[in-house]
């Protein structure tokens, strides 16, 4: 089974319009490798990753803070999210029984 955390994730609107960036760490709580992901839900853009690291710890984190301060310079109104709590699981995972 493999799970993993988004680290930060940022919400960016303009119009009607909305993008969603978010640093994701397949293996947390280490750090690396990590990944950049990217989505455009209002015109059905799934997420998908702008940038990876293997070896750069910080490497993820820097690209996303960019990216959306690149954003924000376009005109875009970015907010971020609190995400830190938030897991992805990969597989199914049977509900722990409650012991009495």
């Given at each position: 089974?493999?799970?993993?955390a988004?680290?930060?994730?940022?919400?960016?609107?303009?119009?009607?319009l909305?993008r969603?960036?978010l640093?994701?760490?397949?293996?947390?709580?280490?750090?690396l490798?990590?990944?950049v992901?990217?989505s455009?839900?209002?015109?059905?853009?799934?997420?998908?990753p702008l940038?990876?690291?293997?070896n750069?710890?910080?490497?993820?984190?820097?690209k996303a803070?960019e990216?959306?301060?690149?954003?924000?310079?376009?005109?875009w109104?970015?907010?971020?999210?609190?995400?830190?709590?938030?897991t992805?699981?990969?597989?199914?995972?049977?509900?722990?029984?409650?012991?009495?």
């Amino acid at each position: 089974m493999s799970t993993g955390a988004f680290a930060n994730s940022w919400t960016c609107q303009k119009a009607d319009l909305t993008r969603h960036v978010l640093v994701f760490y397949p293996d947390e709580p280490v750090r690396l490798p990590c990944k950049v992901m990217y989505s455009k839900p209002t015109e059905n853009v799934m997420p998908h990753p702008l940038w990876e690291s293997e070896n750069t710890q910080d490497y993820c984190e820097q690209k996303a803070t960019e990216f959306v301060a690149k954003l924000a310079s376009m005109g875009w109104r970015c907010t971020e999210d609190d995400r830190r709590q938030d897991t992805i699981e990969e597989s199914e995972t049977t509900p722990a029984q409650a012991s009495g």
